[in-house]
């Protein structure tokens, strides 16, 4: 757990929740754009986009979590994460900052009504505590 | 010891060279089969088992030589009409071809110390050598002391060297400048040994005092162990004739004699004949020299590095849609200012450029059917040998060129073809002849262009398929129930033989028979995005036509939409795009269907199984008409947008695999949209399940729909 503390997170808002992704997990950040569905028997998988001749699937992290879903506003951000040597874009409603923590406590079983399983850990700052999500897990089970 | 004859690039150009060879070898010996032994030919063949010689002793790979070895001899001897062809010789030269294929083969991972056994072969070759040439043998001694008696008379008078025009335009201008033009006759001790060596060893030596133009007999296409004793050399020299008499007596070792005379140019009408007589041969040299300049003409090109440039070239093929409909969009925006004109001339020259240099990159990895047809005539022959059959293989158009990735993915399907028509198709010759039909069965392989495609046809005049048959033993294979069988039309009863399983030969033999077959032709062609017919008439033959696209990286796609969502199909599957009245869209049994020129054809919403609503208060629906190997059904979308060459891009392995999509592609405006995989379509209408399950998830959505589609069906 303490190592989680050297490192740099960014943190992003789903549903008005924080959370934050570890910042090497990140391939880039990018503004929302046209996405074309794709009608697989993913149910949380939103489409496809074009970034930069390359098409990646886009993945919708509101259904995901049973959350309502996301408005397109012009906060709305596709966060690129590069997982399994394949790059897959989540739609987040805000991306605010990159953060340090100063501590980071074991997740709960439950956080925000999500299985705590699906979480590194909690980080504590002045503002208040960000959840630390195990990307990897939420994309893939 | 480590030679430079281990190096990778050495063993690679002599497996090369062997492969060609060999081909060389195979189609020569198919047409010596054929036809009476014309000089040439065997001249032609002669070579290839020396230049296999040559090159396998190089590599120090013994075995190979014997064998090639034994067999340039056993053309030699046919060459010098010492030996007749016979069906016995044709079979064993067959069976070193083999034998030398293996040899080859197993050259890779066992170098020298390959296991196959030759001796066999070796042994067969001498036999052949050895009981055939012995009674014609000493005639022919004699005859050639004879000619060697005449030669020497007829030196002076006769035009013995062939000479070629460079080498005459040589000679004449050796004259002019007041050199004469010698002949030296150098007779070789008949106990030396490797006389060819020494004559070329004598041709070197003479080299150095003169320029020597040709010999006779041509040094360079003896035989190593030939017993030629006599050799001519003609000679361009400023010597006179005793000069170089005397001269190369004391140069020349190990030589009997030593004559010079003259070198007459002959007079026209001997030119002539000597020109009618060695038309042939020279015919052969010209070829060979075409073939050489050809060579230092092309490049070998790792085939990943042709890959990588097609994927290239596709995203440039975007890029340079997109920059066109920028121009445009900005051409509409700033009317008045030129610089936009300019980018929009740029845009239209690049856009030039690219599609000729995608056509180049396209035509640099295409080849010719040939090599594949080239398989043919051997597999035709040694079947139709076994079968005791006698049919006569046609093959037109081998110079069609087409993806070298798809000419090996059609391999296969096309030998099935070709072994199911020859074992089921074309009857034994007894059966032939009560049937009134022409003892000899034809095969036809035929391939063409058509626009966008290549058509392969495979067609046979054989006994046709007995549809009542094949019918009856979908049934006892359960691939059909006895109810739906009644049902189907003649074209589905025929297409029944690409079901899994589905044999209506009563023996299975090793050619064929297991019923597999046919299962993986489709297989295949739907990979390849192909589309197979059958026509079938009983008693009269078959005929399969194969629909082939030209290349896989990039294809003309039909872009369409459905509601909102646009999507493209390969049009290579496109049959044809018809629009129809809704109210003729019936349903049978939950599943639409539509009769379009007379064909009942099931119907695809694709809005159902997408969740999407259709599209009301419509009079006419589009609706595309799709084919995929020998499958024909039709889907129903709201637009047409058009065509565009598309480049296929993955949809990555964390979608995964989607039913009916086969990847995407980035379009003008830089948005994506999906392909639709067509063979993924089809299956959709037989897929009751997938059917049911995603119609309870869209039933939320699209209630109402469904509702309309209900009342549609009451109003039938």
Known sequence: MNDLLDIQFIAYELANEKYALKISDVFEIIRMQQITPVHSNKLFLEGVINLRGKVIPVVNLHKRFGLPNYTNTKATRIIVVKSRDEMIGIIVDKVSQVIKFDDIQPPPEMVAGIDGEYFEGLGITQDGVVSLLKIEMVLYE | MASIYESSEMIGAFLDEVEEQLQFLEEGILELEQKEEKPELIQKIFRVAHTLKGSSSAMGYDKMKNLTHEMENVFDKIRNNLLKIDNTIINVLFKCLDCLRMLKDDYLENKNDTKIETSELLEELREILDCKSNCVCKENQEKKTEAEKSDSYSLTDSEIFVLQDSDRSLLKSAVLEGKSSLVCQVKIPKDSLMKATRACLIFNSLNEIGQVIASSPNIFELPDDCEVTLINYLIVTEMSSKELKSRAEYELMDVEEVKVSEYMPANVKEEKKAKQNLGEEKQVKCKKGNSDKRCSQTVRVDTEKLEHMMNLVGEMVIEQTRIAQVGNILHGRYTKDTTVDDLMGISNHISRVVSELQETVMKARMLPLQQLFNRFPRLVRDLSNSLNKDVDLILEGGDTEMDRTIIEDITDPLIHLVRNSLDHGIESTEIRKAKGKPEKGILKIKAFHQENHVIITVEDDGAGMDLEKIKRSAIEKNVITEQAAENLSQSEIVNLIFE?????????????????????????????????????????????????????????????????????????????????????????????????????????????????????????????????????????????????????????????????????????????????????????????????????????????????????????
């Open chain 2, 500 to 716: 899994n399983g589905l044999s209506t030969a009563e023996n299975v033999s090793d050619i064929s028979g297991r019923g597999v077959g046919m299962d993986i032709v489709r297989n295949h062609i739907d990979k390849l995005n192909g589309i197979i017919d059958v026509e079938t008439k009983e008693g009269e033959g078959t005929k399969f036509t194969i629909k082939l696209p030209l290349t896989l990286a990039i294809l003309t796609g039909l872009l369409v939409k459905i509601h909102d969502e646009t999507y493209a199909l390969p049009m290579s599957n496109i049959l044809e795009i018809v629009r129809k009245p809704v109210s003729e869209i019936e349903s049978v049994n939950k599943q639409s269907i539509v009769v379009i020129r007379d064909r009942v054809l099931p119907l695809i919403w694709l809005h159902d199984y997408f969740g999407l609503p259709r599209k009301k208060n419509k009079k006419n629906v589009f609706i595309v008409v799709l084919g995929t190997a020998e499958k024909r059904f039709g889907i129903v979308v709201d637009k047409l947008v058009g065509n565009q060459e598309i480049v296929i891009k993955p949809l990555g392995s964390y979608i995964g695999k989607v039913e009916g999509i086969s990847g995407a592609t980035i379009l003008g405006d830089g948005s994506v949209a999906c392909i639709f995989d067509v063979v993924g379509l089809s299956k959709m209408i037989n897929n009751k399940v997938v059917k049911e399950s995603i119609n309870i998830r869209a039933n939320n959505e699209v209630k109402d729909v469904d509702d309309k589609n209900s009342k549609t069906t009451e109003g039938i």
